[in-house]
């Protein structure tokens, strides 16, 4: 296993924000206008033309026929058609690329002020609620690309042409309008009914992948008693009703395309019976096969309605879940700079899971600097939970936190903290930037590479500017690295959640012997199942 | 040929999940794509059948209108039939569309299905050593995706590809029932347009490499940075991931539009060829019409023969548009059935001899069918695949075979990893064990302790969450031991005593001995006061490390 080496190339000056620029958007609708309309005025004006010239063949009229014009239109028409589609995509494309930075880094912050990113587990560790998440914010992304943008211009195609109808064929309107209502109650129909379909989607593939979730984690015992295979398929035929309900969903979505063929054609049968029944004959009947072939036009573009309807009930369902985690966002205060801490004083903590479940009795702690304290307890004890609390992850600001007398409320004990997760993430990124020191030196990196012993592995993946991702790292190689980030914190309160997890045991001790030693002038916590780890340390037995 | 409308999508699960695991394992095998074209090989045909047959009525449906519209403006007559066919072959049309979007629905959900049934019997078959090499995550949003993108690209992709060949075919023999020339010309922008494809192509590939050469990593950032959300908080570094993040997806959206630019020209390429032919077929019909040009095929012809050509001119080319627009298929298909391979290939096996101190030969017949065996060794020595192929659940090799007296219905497996079912304690406790009487359930949970009303309360009732999440690991273990008391076979259990409270440490080992007088309880562990309870102990050597081969 190697890592790529390489480094950041820039080939490019530095790109200017996103939200100092202009949104396109105007101009991607201005080009679907004209793209609909070109397309619709291509057709109308072709079959005008033909007709007049037929009618002007048959007489003397035809040496004097003026066709340079109208030959001149239909070839703009093309032109313009192909020049417009083209800007519709390319410029509508950039708006929602644009959009979609704005959005995404709204969410990143959104999501980090959210008090349950900080409380609990996190659920996007895993790799298929991340996915089903990215699904969502892909499906808002593009929504006014695929849906939007296609609406406005159908109906600004839609009321040209009934507009252009009213005025050669009138009575057209009538049947025009029928159709018109009849994709109306389609529309209503196959929305909800989609809807529903797609929430009964969402929800039976969560479930379903959660139930084969805990299967795989519990694959041994299971595997043991036999009981695997029935687990996968009660997990299983939930896929299958999932795939069901898309079948389902599918034939309403042919319903609205059927629909949707039909209106064009029917339009322009319509307008061509409307024009002979109010008696046009001849020269008269050619606004009327121009109206009647734009409409045959616009049915051409109506064909992707079913898509326009699913990315339009992708959005909503998207959006719902998105939503959550705007609802409820701390605030988040300005970091106070680390000044010294001599002691901590926990006054009475209540000790209370984050799901509710009470884990003991309030407890109360004198923690100093110089004088480190170990956590243990097995699994389930409320390590982790009480590191959180400590660190202001967690819990009420009630003013149970104190340090010579003054109250140390959430924000501050957040600001003055490091807090070494267990399950700490390796950023794709450089080496350095998964340090986390923007203002260490090359030289502090490697100390801290150095005495977590991954010196020679960093300089094989190429040194500090290397970039890494998580499963180029072992576990081990993972927890190490987050040990060095704690070497290279200067934050005077030091949380780490199980530090010598994955490693064996001789290296475990030696490096965290070294982080102790490095961090002797400040308060440091740290958890671990393995009373060995104890050293020195004031045991806390949870 | 690189066709797409929509670029964005191409790349939707394929930085995520997708690509990672398929540069690894790069070996060319085809056990899930080549299965599932013959298992969707039917419903295709069917699907295409139907396509068709759209395909003809629409042309009718042309032909019947330009008569209708002809006849009434060039010669003031009204065709009935001819409104009638218009109406006729308009809503055949329309039913026999509806019927072949139905059957490729179906065919790809029934694709779908068979797919996932043969996944669902490969990962019931599957090794746990194989099965763990891949992120539970990975997995389960694999199975939750792969099968449907596979589908789209074996029957949608396929479809849409096919129509592309039959259908500009029918739409010129039916224009050249009205004239040979004209439909000779819309055939000849098909090599045109093939020519500039591969030119396009080309120009897009070599853009599509750079991007993925400057930018490729940042691809995937706003994922990653949401994955490693609560490491970045804890390293205070919000502020400055954010704005990284914000200039990385920048620099990333603008090396896309470098790409779209060029990939949505193959687009454009369809429709100037669509609408070229329109309007060129429009000017030289017209000119015809007047006589004031002779151009053969072109001249002489009336009204509904043009307005005929007309119309089919504009589908011509409908079926390379409906190709281009799914064409986003082929790369989510191609990358998914990559994915599906790793499933259906019988891995290599490599035996690793098992060697014990002071003993030249293990057999497993020689085991008693009561009693507790400890087994012990350095990490590494193998101890909890040994333990798994007694219990059966990894292939035999070297000479271990799955233990006589383990039958269909299993054995036990005491580990903090059980299976915990939501809902009630004594439904946890009681799961798969043949709904035991709640005296009995009572009688185990006030054995191992688990009626402690401060810590769990409700007794039998109280709630278990999902995935037993509200349970501590000792509490698991509780329910783990208080099932074995429920039953009667083998029991195996992987260092049985670590991670545990001491309380808790010395309730296992207590119950385990007490097992071990009707049962076989065999245990891989450090512990030592466990080992001494033993009735026999083995303790596995390291593997032997492997010495270079002489040539």
Do not use: I
């Given at each position: 296993m190697s890592i790529k080496v390489a480094e950041i190339k820039q080939t490019k000056p530095a790109p200017i924000p996103a939200k100092s620029r202009k949104s396109p958007w105007r101009l991607a609708i201005l080009f679907a206008l004209a793209a609909i309309a070109s397309g619709i005025l291509l057709t109308g004006v072709s079959a005008w033309f033909l007709g007049a010239v037929a009618l002007a063949g048959l007489g003397p009229a035809a040496f004097t026929f003026n066709f340079h014009t109208p030959a001149a239109f239909v070839r703009l028409f093309a032109l313009t058609k192909t020049a417009c589609k083209y800007g519709e995509r390319v410029v509508g494309h950039r708006a929602a690329l644009l959009d979609q930075v704005r959005r995404r880094t709204g969410l990143f912050t959104a999501m980090a002020l959210v008090p349950s990113t900080r409380a609990t587990?996190?659920?996007?560790?895993?790799q298929d609620r991340l996915a089903d998440y990215i699904d969502d914010v892909e499906d808002v992304d593009f929504a006014r690309l695929r849906v939007g943008m296609p609406v406005l211009a159908l109906t600004a195609g839609a009321a040209a042409l009934v507009i252009a109808t009213a005025w050669f064929a009138s009575l057209a309107l009538a049947p025009i309008a029928v159709l018109g209502l009849a994709i109306g109650l389609m529309h209503t129909w196959a929305s909800s009914r989609v809807t529903r379909q797609w929430a009964s989607v969402r929800s039976s593939r969560r479930t379903a992948g959660q139930q084969i979730g805990s299967a795989l984690a519990a694959l041994v015992p299971l595997k043991a008693e036999r009981a695997f295979s029935s687990l996968l398929q009660e997990a299983f035929s939930l896929f299958s009703a999932a795939e069901a309900n898309t079948l389902a969903q599918r034939c309403a979505f042919a319903f609205v395309d059927l629909l949707a063929g039909l209106a064009g054609p029917l339009a322009a049968l319509s307008v061509l019976l409307a024009a002979w029944h109010a008696g046009h004959r001849d020269d008269a009947l050619l606004y009327p096969a121009f109206v009647a072939f734009g409409w045959l036009a616009f049915g051409e573009s109506v064909q992707t309605a079913s898509r326009i309807l699913q990315g339009h009930v992708r959005e909503r369902a998207a959006r719902a879940g998105l939503d959550d985690w705007r609802a409820t966002a701390d605030t988040e205060s300005s970091s106070t700079s680390p000044a010294p801490l001599q002691t901590l004083v926990l006054d009475s903590i209540p000790r209370q899971a984050p799901d509710g479940r009470r884990l003991g009795d309030a407890m109360s702690l004198t923690l100093r600097a110089g004088q480190p304290t170990v956590l243990v307890g097995a699994s389930g004890t409320g390590k982790t939970t009480l590191l959180k609390q400590i660190a202001g992850?967690?819990?009420?600001?009630?003013?149970?936190y104190t340090s010579d007398g003054n109250i140390l409320h959430t924000a501050t004990r957040r600001a003055l903290s490091y807090l070494g997760l267990h399950d700490a993430a390796i950023l794709s990124d450089t080496v350095r930037a998964n340090l986390f020191a923007p203002d260490a030196t090359d030289d502090a990196c490697w100390q801290a590479i150095e005495a977590v012993e991954l010196r020679p592995r960093i300089e094989t993946a190429g040194g500090l500017d290397a970039w890494i991702t998580q499963d180029v790292l072992s576990l081990g190689e993972a927890q190490r690295l987050n040990l060095a980030r704690a070497l290279l914190s200067d934050a005077p309160l030091m949380l780490l959640d199980?530090?010598?997890?994955?490693?064996?045991s001789a290296q475990g001790l030696r490096i965290l012997e070294r982080v102790l030693h490095c961090s002797a002038d400040r308060i440091v916590v740290y958890s671990s199942h393995n009373e060995q780890a104890a050293q020195d340390a004031v045991q806390i037995t949870l | 040929m690189w066709l797409s409308t929509d670029a964005i999508s191409p790349r939707r699960h394929q930085n995520v999940l997708t690509a990672k695991y398929t540069a690894r394992e790069?070996?060319?095998?085809?056990?899930?794509l080549g299965p599932a074209r013959i298992m969707g090989a039917a419903g295709l045909r069917m699907t295409l059948a139907w396509q068709v047959a759209r395909t003809l009525f629409r042309l009718g449906f042309a032909a019947a209108l330009a008569v209708f519209g002809g006849r009434m403006i060039e010669g003031g007559t009204f065709v009935v039939q001819a409104l009638a066919g218009a109406l006729g072959a308009l809503v055949l049309a329309g039913c026999t569309g509806l019927i072949a979007d139905r059957a490729a629905a179906r065919t790809e959900t029934e694709l779908a299905d068979g797919l996932r049934a043969r996944l669902q019997a490969a990962l019931a078959d599957m090794a746990p050593h194989r099965l763990r090499t891949r992120p539970a995550g990975a997995l389960i949003a694999g199975l939750q995706r792969h099968p449907d993108a596979l589908a789209g690209l074996v029957i949608g992709l396929t479809a849409a590809r096919t129509m592309m060949g039959i259908g500009p075919l029918l739409a010129a023999l039916a224009v050249a029932i009205v004239s040979w020339e004209a439909a000779l010309t819309l055939l000849l922008a098909i090599p045109v347009m093939g020519l500039f494809f591969a030119l396009l192509g080309g120009v897009v590939r070599s853009r599509a490499a750079t991007q993925e050469k400057n930018f490729g990593r940042l691809a995937a950032q706003f994922a990653d940075r949401i994955r490693t959300l609560p490491t970045i908080l804890a390293n205070h570094a919000l502020p400055c991931e954010h704005d990284k993040l914000e200039t990385r997806m920048t620099a990333y959206a603008d090396s896309t539009m470098e790409v779209l630019r060029v990939a949505f020209l193959n687009a454009g390429i369809i429709d100037f060829f669509s609408a070229l032919s329109i309007a060129v077929l429009a000017v030289f019909l017209g000119l015809g019409h007047l006589g004031l040009v002779h151009v053969p095929g072109f001249y002489g012809l009336q009204l509904w023969q043009s307005l005929f050509i007309l119309i089919i001119a504009a589908d011509f080319f409908t079926p390379f548009r409906r190709y281009a627009e799914q064409y986003h298929l082929k790369a989510e298909g191609e990358a998914a059935a990559k994915e599906l391979d790793w499933y259906f290939v019988a891995p290599g096996h490599d035996a690793m001899p098992f060697t014990f101190e002071g003993l030249d030969t293990f057999s497993v017949a020689e085991l008693p069918t009561t009693g507790l065996i400890a087994i012990s060794g350095p990490s590494g020595a193998g101890k909890s695949t040994l333990l798994r192929m007694l219990a059966g659940i990894e292939p035999p090799s070297s000479g271990i075979t799955t233990l006589p007296q383990i039958s269909s219905l299993g054995c036990d497996w005491i580990s903090t990893e059980i299976y915990v079912p939501s809902g009630t304690l004594a439904e946890a406790i009681g799961w798969n064990r043949n709904t035991p009487a709640r005296a009995a359930l009572q009688r185990a949970a006030e054995q191992v302790g688990l009626l402690d009303e401060t810590l769990l309360p409700g007794g039998l009732d109280a709630t278990i969450a999902e995935g037993g999440a509200n349970l501590s690991g000792g509490q698991r273990m509780r329910i783990g031991i208080a099932r074995i008391l429920l039953s009667s076979g083998a029991v195996f259990a992987d260092e049985p005593t670590a991670k545990l409270d001491a309380e808790t440490a010395a309730l296992v080992r207590g119950v385990l001995s007490e097992s071990a007088r009707q049962r076989l309880v065999l245990v891989a562990t450090h512990d030592e006061r466990l080992i001494e309870t033993a009735d026999r102990h083995y303790v596995l050597r390291p593997p032997r490390s492997k010495e270079p081969v002489a040539a």
């Open positions: 587990g996190w659920q996007f560790g895993n992850w967690l819990g009420a600001d009630d003013g149970r199980e530090p010598t997890e994955h490693l064996d | 790069s070996q060319a095998h085809d056990n899930a």
